[in-house]
């Protein structure tokens, strides 16, 4: 796995995989044409078993300290991050979540003894893995279309799911680290998990800044449209699926 520009061609910089380009250089790399590069593009079982065998966890851990080295990618070589990122993210909202309400049903089920933690599980996992799925597919939909409509460059879906997908690894560890910490501290875990959260928010919003190469005189309308359709459509999608 390497990084490059879309159009294939190797990246200065030496030895170093995550050369810190400027908004611009992402924009030029936005073409359609180039972001079909060679390499594995998952589609089928063979293509996703092939992209699998190829993640590197160097990359991830470098994602999990620098979520912003995820615009280095390549949609046509390392979608596999990005769908990893979504991945991670969400299982790790489910599983704070998961641990918070069997932490909680452990209070009440010595005063009432009808609640457990393996029933507040068997009934709320779907419905949970439902809300963090929406919640950031929600969040990249609304950058996605505000960058399309105040952005100077273009990028399609698999770029967006490549580039800020991928951002959200350190999310996943966030969330995970809130749902440890709440088997000591309920408070300690609300106050991670609440934070993890707003930054991926702010991380998510301010690398859709760089991704469609917003002007600065266009940066807060596109930061407050970018949250305003987040929950519009969140809400909706919530509504009719959860």
Known sequence: MSYSSDNGNPSEGGGNPFP???ANAVAERSTPAAEQGAGPQPGGNGDWSSAVKQVDKNVLIRLLRNP???LQLSPGKDLIYGVIGLGTSVIGYLIWIWLVGAKINSFFGGF???FSPLSFGSQMTGRLFLTGLVS???LLASIWLVGMWRGNARHDIKSVVTRLGSMQVFSGAGFLAAGICSLVSL???FLIGGSTALIALAVTVFAGLEL???TVNRRFEFMAC???AYLIIYTVVS???I
């Open 239 to 241: 509504s009719i699926l």
């Open 68 to 70: 912003f080295d995820a």
């Open 20 to 22: 810190h380009n400027s």
């Open 136 to 138: 950031v597919l929600a």
């Open 112 to 114: 009432f003894g009808g």
């Open 226 to 228: 970018s949250i305003a």
């Open 187 to 189: 408070k300690l875990s």
């Open 212 to 214: 469609f190469n917003v």
